[in-house]
């Protein structure tokens, strides 16, 4: 049983926390003393505490006790609080999704002789140590993943419902979408090149280009064409860019129009939603073409009341963490789980973590 600090009390920090209290000794931190109260009537041996992440003396000292630290803070604390953790000297599992590039914080992590595994959610996350583990099998060519989370029942004009800020979703809608086209990086606007398609258990959903590739295009640069799209249901990237060209995601409209995003958004309680995710990989292996694709599907469970997003997310960065408590990664510094996919085990025991815990990402 580890020591393991948690930061973020939001639905998906909820979802860690309690999934690794059946093994661990959980502390919890948040700004918000609701949110902190909330988990502990779900489990109070769940030890909390009020926290501005932003105060770096009160962070860290909240910090020396840990044995390992998972973070979940909204993306614009996420790498300015990243860097103070790191300074604390204990190994760090982050799912903050940060705008910066974190990988830039390698130098401090290998100084403090530390792990450090970023964006180890759902997406990012599960696409990069699947690509990890099969960049060492094949030949890759080129790498495609298409994710979205989904209520179940969409209801006009939005069809949609957030289970995090939407903030960071407008971010994903305003931000330049980059990919790789035939070995060169190419930005193209968000909410473009929308493809509607048809899947068995979701109906029809279009998908548009949105800024998820992240490292990847940086630690898997050989590979000539990679892309990652946003999976909504159709008409929706219609009225985003709308919102978009009208100004209403400009800074000076920002907090406007997300605090009216929010009521619209905000997933009502027990709530049916979904995960779906497609990935695809390409390339030559022996001498051959090979094609290989995982197809994720999750929904709500009414059973734990835990939100497909929350689960998803939540158990990959759980999984994660128990991969460093178990030392299946060792080395020091800041690494993406496209890296730490490459070492043999490490992405099965990402996958059987999920699918004990009935997440399915199913070989096609």
Known sequence: MANVYVIGAGMVGCAMAL?????????L?????????????????????RLDVTDEKSLLKWLEPADIILMGVPGHLGYPTLKTAISGGKNIVDISFAPENILELSPLAEKAGISVIVDAGV???????????????????????????????????FNYKAPFSPIDVIEEYTRPARMMINGKVVSKPALTEI?????PDAGKLEAFNTD???SI????NHIPNMKEKTLRYPGHAKLMKSYRDQGLFNTSNIEKT???LFKEWKLDKDEPEFTIMDIIIKGNADGKKQEVKYHLYDEYDPKTKTSSMSRTTGYTAAATVNLLLNNLWTEPGVFPPEIVGKKEGCTHYILDYLRKRNVQINKQ
Do not use: C, W
């Open 258 to 260: 997300s605090k009216k």
């Open 212 to 214: 998820g590739l992240r």
């Open 217 to 220: 295009l940086t630690t898997m």
């Open 123 to 157: 997406a990012p996350g599960i696409p990069n140590y699947i690509l990890g583990y099969y960049n060492t099998l094949m030949e890759i060519q080129s790498f495609e993943y298409l994710v979205g989370g989904l209520p179940k029942y969409p209801r006009p004009p």
């Open 29 to 49: 931190a948040d700004y918000h003393s609701v949110r902190l109260s909330a988990i502990q009537k779900r489990n109070s041996s769940i030890i909390t505490e």
């Open 19 to 27: 999934d690794l209290a059946n093994d661990h000794q959980i502390q």
């Open 195 to 199: 493809e509607v398609i048809d899947f």
